[in-house]
Structure formats: structure tokens, C-alpha cells
């Protein structure tokens, strides 16, 4: 694979959380990375809370906000942003006598005013670690996961326009498909979910990847399938996410385990998998080692194409972290200097066809390089407005480079 991955700390959270629901957005014209609920360094039934957290993505200040407005704590949430609000979806409480109950809530965060909305409509089924996406910026799949005592085939779609949930093909009634502690994303019009845990003695680690299609004329509508890249590639509580065109699914484990950390087989402690996960054309991993990517995830922020956000999770020896960490996706050699200039403004980005170009002098060369380093635009700047129309382009990432005769300006460009 070889890609140029680089893993920095860049902030640290009020407290130590792991097994929380994250999410991205923009706060008073800041990137910003939202956590809800999980479990604390304790590890213990006791330090599961509803406690919410915010990180600036630039300065990498965090703070406490208000908690969940939910009863009692609970873990394996979902986060998702559409527009303005955050919708934090199912999760699971565990009482003191050990007993473990699904929740049917979902929150809804206002991102502008940053409190929290009436909650929306309940979950049909009950539902914790399960797949959460999002498709088109208006429906969020619920994919399998586990209700209370098993796992579950439904596939259910919140319509966050009408606050109802809808039901979508569900997955095929088998271990194979069913499962709790996968993990997913969308490509275009394709979900893709992988590993987590099926239901039986110990809860056997998966191997799978599963492929679904949506129907755009009807979303409902999904055609399931899947393969197995590497029948010795496991994956529990990875995270996953789209950069271009490509899925990827990013440290977690190859061992299931309970909250706090304790492999379900009884091999005692659980260390996290150092690895990213990319599909590759033929449907199989490519695979690049990273050292100090945690486990014990529920999801990661995505501010710009190439860049990702962990909030917390567990790390070696079942440690719960404080630390928000950026990984980057650098572009290949020759167009590795990727920076973000402040005189240089691209807007809308992600765009699906034109966008406009601040900042750029009348006869610098506008180039865009796919991220394997190939020439697929260029022109030179002949006025002030400068729109560029990428959307001849395939969906995926690009670099956007701007050369004038004293200076170089390159930005991630991502084409949807």
C-alpha cells in the first residue's frame, strides 16, 4: 500500500473516554470534533457515563459540554452530523447486577447554539454497536448490531427531514451478515461494513466485508453481498471512513472483548491492531502499519478528505485515552507539501461541480493532480474570478496546486 500516513497528538480531552460516539462540525467558523457518552479510565459498569466533550481541531483546546440528556450512562452509540445537528443514536446501559439494556433514543445536538433538541423520534428496534452511515446528507442507515440478547438482521433508515424511521432491505439472517462491533461507510451508492462480532460462544471475531447497493431511485432498496479479503484479517470496534473513492477501516482489534477491555474467549486483555485497511480494486486489503492507533472505537471525525480525528478510545495495555490525535493522508512524492494557505480559499469544498478560487494572481497555473501524482487539469488564471469545473472528474480526492512565480499553494481538493 505505501501510503504517507503521519499520527500526531494535537489536544487532550477533559477525561479519558473510550467507547464514545463522535462526530464533526463547524462552531462559530471552526472545525470542531463532538464526543458523547462512554466509558471512563475505571473501566467498570460505574464509569460508563453520558458526559459530552468538544475539540477544537485548530488550536486543539477541548472542553466540557452538557451530557446527554438520557437516564443513565451507556456505551457503543452512533454520532452522525447532518446540517446543524448531531444525531446520537442507541447506545447501551449496563446496570449493576450486570444486565445490559439497549437504548431506543436518539439525541439531536444543535451545533450552532450547542445544546440539545428534543429528542427525535425512538428507535423501532433498540440498538447498540451497530454500523451508523450517512447517505446523501439525508438518511442514516442503522445496520445490524446487537438488541439487548443478539444480534439483529434490521437495517433501519432515519428519515431526519420527517423524524421517522423507515425500514430498508435488512441484511441476510445468518452470522455471516449479522454482527455487533462492525463497522462502515459509504462509496457513492455503496455501503460497506466490516468485521465486528458474531453471536455464539466467546462471540467469534468476523472476517468479512459486506457489500450493499442502494437503489438511488429507492434507498430503501439495498442489494447485499460479501467476500472476504483475508480470511486471517479480523476487526472489532475499528473505525472506518471514505477518502475518495476508496473505504477504509482503521485500528480497533482482531480480538472481541467486553467494555472494559477483556478478550470474551477469556485471553485476558485486548490490544489494539496498528493497522489501516484499504479495499483495493480486486477486493483486497491493502495494509499499512501505524503505531498508536487506539482501539475500542465508535467512530472517528473526518474534517477534510485527508484528514482524521480520534477522541480517545483504548490504547496498549486496555489504557482509556485522553488524547485527540490527527492522522494525515499525505499525497504521494513530488506533491507531498500539501498545505493549507490562508490566502488561498476554495469554496464549496467538497463539491460536485464548480468552485471558485480566491487569492490566485492573474497568470499562476491552476493545476489538479490525482493523489497517485497524475495531471488531469490545468490552465492559467487570465482574471481575478477564477472558477474551476470539476465536474467532469470521478468522485475521490485531488490535489489542487496553484504555482506563481514566487510561491507554490496546494490544498486537498475532494470531488463528491
Given amino acids: 500500500m505505501g501510503q504517507q500516513w503521519q499520527l500526531d497528538t494535537i489536544g487532550q480531552l ?100 450547542q445544546t ?3 429528542d427525535g423520534a425512538e428507535i423501532p428496534v433498540p440498538i447498540d454497536d451497530h454500523v451508523q452511515v450517512v447517505y446523501r446528507d439525508s438518511l442514516i442507515y442503522c445496520i445490524t448490531g446487537w438488541h439487548d440478547t443478539r444480534n439483529v438482521e434490521d437495517v433501519q433508515v432515519y428519515d431526519v427531514v420527517n423524524n421517522v424511521w423507515l425500514q430498508g432491505t435488512s441484511v441476510p439472517n445468518n452470522s455471516i451478515y449479522e454482527s455487533f462491533g462492525a463497522s462502515g461507510t459509504i462509496v457513492g451508492d455503496t455501503i460497506y461494513y466490516f468485521g465486528g462480532a458474531r453471536f455464539g460462544f466467546n462471540f467469534p471475531a468476523q472476517n468479512y466485508v459486506r457489500k450493499g447497493v442502494i437503489n438511488p431511485s429507492n434507498p430503501l ?68 502499519s501505524i503505531a498508536g492507533l487506539p482501539m475500542d472505537l465508535r467512530g472517528l471525525v473526518q474534517a477534510e478528505a485527508n484528514e482524521l ?35 488561498l480559499i476554495v ?22 493532480y490525482a493523489m497517485m501524482g497524475t495531471l488531469v487539469k490545468e490552465f492559467t488564471v487570465l482574471n481575478e474570478q477564477v472558477l474551476l469545473n470539476i465536474q467532469d472528474l470521478p468522485r475521490g480526492m485531488y490535489v489542487l496546486r496553484v504555482e506563481a512565480d514566487d510561491a507554490i499553494q496546494q490544498t486537498i481538493l475532494n470531488k463528491l
Fill in 221 to 288: 432498496d439495498i442489494a447485499w453481498d460479501f467476500f472476504t479479503p483475508d480470511n486471517n484479517q479480523f476487526g472489532y470496534r475499528m473505525a472506518s471512513a471514505t477518502i475518495g473513492n476508496d473505504a477504509y477501516w482503521l485500528g480497533g482489534s482482531g480480538v472481541t472483548y467486553n467494555y472494559n477491555g477483556v478478550a470474551y474467549n477469556g485471553s485476558g486483555g485486548v490490544e489494539p491492531q496498528q493497522y489501516v485497511l484499504n479495499l483495493d480494486s480486486d477486493s483486497t486489503w491493502n495494509k499499512d
Fill in 309 to 343: 480525528y480520534f477522541m480517545g478510545g483504548m490504547l496498549a495495555n486496555q489504557e482509556v485515552s485522553d488524547q485527540l490525535l490527527k492522522l494525515t493522508l499525505a499525497p504521494p512524492v513530488g506533491l507531498a507539501n500539501v498545505t493549507k494557505v490562508s490566502d
Fill in 347 to 368: 469554496y464549496p469544498n467538497p463539491s460536485r461541480g464548480v468552485v471558485t478560487l480566491e487569492g490566485v494572481s492573474v497568470g499562476s497555473r491552476v493545476a489538479v
Fill in 14 to 113: 477533559p477525561d479519558s473516554v473510550s467507547n464514545n460516539a463522535v462526530a464533526f462540525g463547524m462552531y462559530q467558523n471552526e472545525p470542531y470534533a463532538f464526543s458523547f457518552s462512554g466509558i471512563g479510565s475505571g473501566k467498570t459498569y460505574q464509569d460508563i457515563h453520558l458526559k459530552s466533550y468538544r475539540c477544537n481541531l485548530i488550536t486543539g483546546n477541548c472542553d466540557t459540554m452538557m451530557p446527554l440528556p438520557d437516564t443513565l450512562g451507556k456505551v457503543a452509540a452512533g454520532a452522525s452530523r447532518i446540517g446543524d445537528v448531531i444525531y446520537i443514536i442507541g447506545g447501551y446501559h449496563v446496570y449493576a447486577s450486570g444486565d445490559e439494556k439497549s437504548s431506543s433514543l436518539v439525541h439531536r445536538f444543535h451545533i450552532p447554539t
Fill in 116 to 118: 440539545y433538541l428534543t
